[in-house]
């Protein structure tokens, strides 16, 4: 099969081991073991005692009840056995595509987003069409120009909530209204929702999954959990004759996840609670400290730019004069939402990134980001 190099991630692979303050990060401050086990109140003592003492098999094929129970709390209608798990969300994106989409089906997919979501199905051979999200639109679905684009052959349509890159984040409302497109075809709907959660409101962020009977949810504990080293992540729907092909498909390439993955992981979702507010606070900390110091530097153009869109927040019903986002681009994977997922600043280094040459994953000239390019998985 052949496929685009997957730019973001090239690039990423080149810089990111070296750079001194990675400003391109884009999963929340990763914890420890140690840092979990005092989040959590869990013993660590105890956990190590009795994991040390289990045989490593494949450990359960399917995933443990803890974690696949786990993982249905994160949702109001799925139930444990509706949950697949994977390795992390590139793996499950992978996974829907070649189990649900052959040579000519025809997919929708938006960009910017994360490039697995267009180009995997192009490799494959399905019949890609792109919907540009727009700046004058608050970077949300055009309904219209979806319709437009949707055939009564559309197998498909790929959307990613909250958006990778721009952050912006649809209303239960905008999702409704791509349900019924996609139901008058009998379409799925692939939903990315690595960010779920992670928002600058205290309000329920909705799935996919919730609301429509072929939604397919995809995440994994590697962005809102900070827990990307485990490489645990999911695919959640209710409709049966998807699960079927996902877990058939999974016999060929996975088989089963890490035991100590699913172990880690579960405790962590046994306090989602107390991650979830944790790095909820960081991300809203973080922006505070990117609204400020564009105030404070009177040499970017766009001044108003943290008012267009907040990372991760549904648009200002207000209207807003359009902006461009490219002036302030640090690096090809950066975006306005990755700077808030990154450590806490500190004041000492709230300056850093506009004077060194190390403040982001590359060491490079600041250049403009294309409109493909996504944060990375």
């Known amino acids: 099969m052949n496929i685009k190099p997957f730019a973001v991630e090239e690039w990423m692979n080149e810089y990111e081991v070296g750079a001194l303050y990675n400003i391109a990060e884009t999963c929340v401050d990763s914890v420890s073991l140690d840092e979990l086990f005092e989040l959590t109140g869990e013993n660590k003592e105890d956990f190590l005692k009795d994991f040390c003492a289990q045989r490593l098999t494949y450990g359960n094929i399917w995933g443990s009840e803890a ?14 056995d509706e949950v697949v798990l994977t390795h992390g969300a590139a793996g499950a994106n992978h996974h829907v595509f070649c189990s649900l989409i052959s040579a000519g089906d025809r997919v929708v997919s938006i960009m910017p987003t994360y490039q697995q979501l267009y180009s995997i199905p192009e490799a494959i051979g399905a019949d890609v069409a792109i919907m540009h999200l727009k700046q004058e639109n608050d970077y949300l679905p055009d309904l219209n120009e979806l319709k437009s684009l949707v055939t009564p052959e559309t197998k498909m349509i790929c959307i990613n909530n909250p958006n990778n890159p721009t952050g912006a984040l649809m209303s239960k409302e905008l999702l409704g209204s791509i349900v019924e497109i996609a139901r008058g075809v009998g379409a799925y709907i692939l939903c990315d929702e690595v960010y779920r959660h992670l928002t600058q409101e205290d309000e329920w962020c909705e799935s996919i999954v919730d ?3 072929k939604g397919v949810s995809v995440s994994s504990m590697s962005k809102v959990f900070s827990l990307a080293g ?5 695919i959640a729907t209710h409709d049966e004759a998807a699960r079927k092909a996902f877990l058939s498909h999974r016999d060929y390439n996975l088989i089963s996840c890490g035991m100590f993955d699913d172990a880690i992981a579960s405790i962590a979702l046994r306090h989602s609670d107390v991650m979830l507010k944790r790095n909820q606070r960081i991300v809203r900390e973080n922006l505070a400290i990117l609204d400020d110091w564009i105030k404070e530097n009177p040499l970017i ?13 549904t648009p200002s019903p207000k209207p ?12 090809p994977p950066t975006s306005f939402a990755s700077a808030c997922t990154t450590r806490p600043v500190r004041s000492s280094r709230r300056a850093t990134a506009s004077s060194s040459p190390t403040a982001c994953a590359s060491a490079t000239p600041a250049t403009s980001t294309r409109s493909e390019t996504a944060l990375p998985r």
């Open 301 to 313: 153009s766009q001044q108003e730019l943290a008012d267009k869109i907040r990372p991760f927040s």
């Open 211 to 213: 609301l429509y009977e």
């Open 230 to 234: 485990l490489r645990m992540g999911w």
């Open 67 to 80: 974690l696949r129970g786990g993982i249905s709390k994160l949702y109001h209608t799925i139930k444990a």
């Open 320 to 331: 807003v004069r359009p902006r461009s986002f490219t002036t302030i681009s640090i690096s």
